[in-house]
């Protein structure tokens, strides 16, 4: 069997040489390539630009912060919250895995305004801290907000030297504003409460009087005739009045004839027989 002879190291000291001064030639002939087409400056493409993969020739690096490749508009990087169009629902506190947002809402006594979108806000956000050291950046809260006011903005360099600047705060109303806020809101609960046990007592009052009514016996009113008023006339009394009268009285005084029947005459047999003679 024919060995097949190893390159580098492992084989004979010349070889070895010549490997390593034909690698080192390769090696200045790319550089000096490079060098000849370092004499231009790529641009920063997007990635939908048609030159984007042809950025293999020229000066790639960049001078940060002067210089910055164009980021896509659906990255996700830094929240953002514009409170303007909040609600205060609390969706994004409640869906983040890590807890990074933080809301304290106050109840307004009546409607505070509208979204862009035209949803009501009855909602003050007294608090609102989002703490990006604890972003896990999946993006869950901003597909969660009904109004769209999360988003991730395109700022993705915001280093500091201490934790705590890491929390950005978005809440439109101050410490005091807030306290304000919360007194105004106890004060329509109590002034709601006591309106409830008023109509609760005007309520009860009103079925007691049903009650006692329907216990009470009901009597029927006693039926009395009407007699009718007789029509006095001013009118003489005439002559077929007194006739009228008269014929009254003659008719009461005068006795009823009594009926008497009359008898059929018998049949007399001598006369009988004297016809049957002739």
Known sequence: MIKKQKKGANNTYWGSLWEGIKTSWRGLQLS???????????????????????????IVTLQYPHEAIAIPDNGRYRLYNEIEDCIVCDKCAKICPVDCIDIEAIKATEQIGTTSDGSPIRLYAAKFDIDMAKCCYCGLCTTVCPTECLTMSKVYDFSEYEITNMIYHFSNLTPEQAAEKKRLLEQFQKEKETLKAQKASTKTEEKLTEVTQAQQPTYKPKF??????????????TTQTTENETKSKDKLEKPKPKFIPKMRPADNPKQENSSATE
């Not at 000096?32 to 020229?58: I, S």
């Not at 005739?225 to 009394?237: D, L, M, N, R, V």
């Open 32 to 58: 000096f390539k490079h060098l000849k087409n370092a004499r231009f400056v790529n641009k920063p493409f997007y990635v939908t630009h048609e030159d984007y993969f042809k950025q293999n020739q020229g």
């Open 224 to 237: 009395v005739p009407k007699i009718k008023p007789i029509a006095q006339t001013t009118e003489t009394p």
